[in-house]
């Protein structure tokens, strides 16, 4: 069995600094991590794995991201919790790509990833990205490797030869979904908690490669990539601004009700 | 002040302040009066109304303490959590920063400013502000003393000489305060700034601002080759904020302290280690010692602990989110590494792993937590050990209201590692007393909770701690490493330094506090201050 997991590096940070020109997410800043949703990707795409090869069947977890140079020690890090190899998309030609533009790109690095390892069977993702809340990138995967498709999958509950089964969110509540492979799944937090690696992992992964690729290297047509291939144009994008004022009242509990008084007449 | 506003600050002990009866330590006092004064003329004006009707003070924080050091037995409390300005700061000629705060400041309100590097500076002098300007260029600061309650007040801290996991690398409180202000009960200050008041020998000569002189021996016996949190430090020649550090709020009211910080390292990582065996983390602990050069932290919880945490996970709830210790797990070993760079981190961590190889451990059954998310995980991790004992004790307290919590706070020198972890064993074996162990064991300081099932097991778990008491100082160990002594351990002082020892802390306390007005019932009995200074 070969399971994809597509991770991105989100900024560590909630504030997020946006370029003016692009209204894109300004990304070589500040430090990065993995989206918190991908992260579950991971664990669960581990846990599988584990229970294949119990099964007696191998079994090979690939990490994919496109990102900028430093995405690098993320990727890494999965290597270093159990991942089996990594591949990232890294070239100038990827930025400012929106959903569609990103599916082409991890679509290119699946298919380079299938010359190596064969078809997936399972490519899983977060159910969104706490940068962008998409939420677009699984779906859209789905269609393009024309493979099955559950969103916001709370639970794996049986994998077998030729079908997946999961318990994923419908509206009005969560149902059980039996999919045939190959399948796209896309994670909720509360499938899984992202193992930590081993001392033995952290120092296994420092000596695993990861293979960085740009465009071409993939076969990725630049009309598809980057800003180029995104007919999302994004007209502005700010951080909305809080008009709230705190105040601490201080006191006995008889001075703070009188303030308290006071402030609520003053804003009525 | 006049009078009369010292009287408005000062409220009659009613209902409605209940709970500043009782600290953390789950002990209850009394008191008649109560004040929650914001500056140090507050402060000394209280001090001037309650001296002048001989009213004794119990000072407080946040009480987070667990020797009920700011457990009231009678009189007023002074309670400082509304002093809780940075008041300013500076930077030496090295580049080192020092912050001046009020008691109140919380750890965790310091730590949240030293990040994000933006102190609250209103009221700052230009001095101050140019300082405030260079800390927001500098690499991020940190103040390392780490108790695991983050509620906790830097004055309550510097009263009980607090430490934490971080003091294997970093020591305890006392080593990182450069500066305080201490009120006496006549309402006189004393200013004390590391490296410009020392003792000559024993003889300890003090002036005030106001101009009086406090002149005392101190005592004679040797402060013990460990952490310790037990009774006033003393030493030849030492500097007097020493001996201010860690007395328990017997000798004044801290009004000020000024905190040396220190940037924070460029690498921190956490590595939980599981093994079978208990023998196997002593083991390592002392080859860890050994071979690390970045350790921060060594901690340990025994297998007992690690149980309580599964039976907390499985229970759902707050605990819902840990991550589960591996199968078979006996024991955790957790190392914290504050490294350089990058690559001494990986050195470090291989040599982690060769420790664990040669006690007959695995470097695949450990947690390497390198990020924020991992880092928060583990130290989620390490906290819900107390908490979930503390849950337990609460349980347990349904059917049986004589039980309370019975944890141990002594450590002994490095080399009385495996003799006092046997007693420990041997003895609850023989008490037949269930027990979890945790804590600090790279200072050879570990938490022994006994766990009381009814008022049987708890007198007996108090029985034990008596005896554990005599034997670790028979060790040279400490009866209190990091708590202090505060009401609850007097006996156990007793047992560390003897009655002489015990008089003579009483005639220090006699030299700053001639009336015998501060923490009346910490570190030792009352009746020891009678009797002239």
């Known amino acids: ?268 | 002040m006049a009078r009369d506003n010292a009287q408005a600050l000062i409220h009659t002990f009613d209902a409605e302040f209940e709970d500043y009866a009782r600290d953390e330590s789950r002990s209850r006092g009394w008191a008649e009066s109560i004040s929650f004064p914001t500056d140090e003329d507050e402060v000394r004006a209280v001090l001037r109304a309650l001296a002048a009707e001989g009213v004794p003070v119990t000072v407080q924080g946040a009480r987070t303490g667990l020797a009920a050091g700011a457990v009231p037995a009678g009189g007023h409390i002074m309670n400082l959590s509304r002093m809780n300005r940075y008041l300013g700061l500076r930077k030496d000629d090295e580049g080192r920063f020092y912050l001046r705060v009020q008691p109140g400041v919380v750890l965790l309100d310091l730590r949240k400013h030293l990040s994000a590097r933006d102190i609250p500076a209103s009221g700052w002098d230009a001095a101050s502000r140019a300082a405030l300007d260079a800390f927001a260029q500098a690499p991020v600061q940190i103040f390392p003393t780490d108790p695991t309650e983050a509620s906790a007040c830097l004055g309550g801290m510097a009263a009980c000489n607090a430490s934490g996991a971080r003091s294997y690398r970093y020591g305890a409180m006392r080593g990182h305060v450069s500066g305080l202000r201490l009120a006496l009960a006549d309402g006189d200050v004393l200013a004390l700034r590391r490296g410009e008041a020392r003792a000559c020998g024993r003889a300890l000569t003090l002036t005030t601002e106001g101009g009086r002189i406090i002149a005392t021996e101190l005592p004679g016996y040797r402060m013990p080759a460990c952490k310790s949190a037990s009774g006033y430090y003393v030493a030849d020649d030492m500097d007097a904020i020493d001996l201010i550090i860690g007395s328990d709020g017997t000798l004044g009211v801290i009004t000020e302290l000024e905190l040396e910080l220190m940037p924070a390292p460029a690498v921190t990582w956490g590595v939980s280690c599981f093994l079978a065996e208990e023998r196997q983390a002593l083991d390592a602990t002392c080859a860890l010692r050994e071979r690390l050069s970045c350790a921060s932290a060594i901690e340990y919880f025994d297998h007992a602990a690690l149980e309580i945490l599964r039976a907390q996970r499985a229970s759902g709830a707050a605990f819902a989110s840990l991550v589960e210790p591996p199968e078979g797990a006996g024991c955790c070993l957790f190392v914290e590494l504050e490294c350089a760079s990058e690559d001494e981190a990986m050195a470090e961590l291989s040599l982690v792993g060769e420790v664990l190889a040669a006690v007959g451990g695995s470097e695949r059954d450990t947690w390497v937590a390198r990020t924020d998310t991992d880092r928060e995980a583990l130290t989620f991790f390490r906290h819900a050990v107390p908490e979930s004992v503390n849950m337990l004790i609460d349980e347990r307290r349904r059917t049986d209201s004589a039980i309370t919590k019975l944890g141990s706070d002594m450590a002994v020198p490095n080399e009385r590692l495996y003799e006092v972890v046997a007693l420990y064993r041997a003895t609850l074996a023989e008490a037949g007393l269930e027990a979890a162990a945790w804590g600090h064991i790279g200072d050879n300081h570990l938490h022994v909770n006994v766990l009381p099932h009814d008022a049987a097991d708890y007198a007996a778990g108090k029985e034990l701690f008596a005896r554990w008491a005599r034997e670790v100082a028979a060790m040279g160990g400490a009866v209190s490493a990091e708590h202090g002594v505060g009401k609850l351990k007097r006996d156990f002082l007793k047992a560390m330094y003897g009655e002489g020892a015990l008089c003579e802390m009483a005639r220090v306390k006699r030299a700053f506090d001639p009336a015998g007005m501060f923490g009346r019932g910490n570190l030792f009995d009352e009746s020891l201050l009678e009797g002239g200074a």
């Open chain 1, 1 to 268: 069995m070969h399971i994809v997991v597509c991770v991105k590096a989100v900024p560590a940070s909630t504030e997020v600094k946006m370029d003016p020109v692009t209204n894109t997410i300004v990304r070589d800043g500040g430090a990065s991590v993995v989206n918190p949703f991908d992260a579950t990707a991971l664990e669960v795409a581990l846990s599988l794995a584990e229970e294949r090869r119990r099964a007696g069947e191998p079994c090979r977890v690939s990490v994919l991201s496109m990102g900028i140079p430093a995405t690098e020690a993320l990727l890494r890090d999965c290597l270093a919790r159990g991942a089996d190899g990594a591949l990232l998309l890294s070239d100038r030609a990827f930025a400012g790509a929106d959903t569609l533009a990103t599916t082409y790109a991890l679509s290119c690095g699946i298919a380079h990833l299938a010359k190596q390892w064969g078809e997936p069977d399972l490519v899983l993702c977060g159910k969104m990205a706490v940068d962008g809340d998409t939420a677009q990138i699984g779906p859209e995967l789905a269609a393009t490797l024309g493979a099955t498709c559950a969103t916001d999958v709370r639970e794996v509950l049986t994998c077998g030869a030729g079908a997946i089964a999961v318990r994923a969110a419908v509206d009005g509540g969560t149902a059980a979904l039996e999919l045939p492979l190959p399948a796209v799944l896309t994670l909720a937090r509360e499938a899984a908690q992202l193992r930590m690696p081993s001392i033995a992992g952290v120092r296994a992964a420092a000596e695993m490669p990861v293979e960085v690729l740009g465009a071409a290297a993939v076969g990725a047509d630049a009309a598809r990539t980057g800003l180029a291939g995104s007919p999302t144009q994004v007209v502005r994008s700010f951080v909305p601004e809080s008009q709230r004022e705190s105040v601490a009242v201080d006191g006995t509990p008889a001075e703070q009700a009188l303030r308290l008084v006071e402030i609520i007449e003053g804003v009525a």
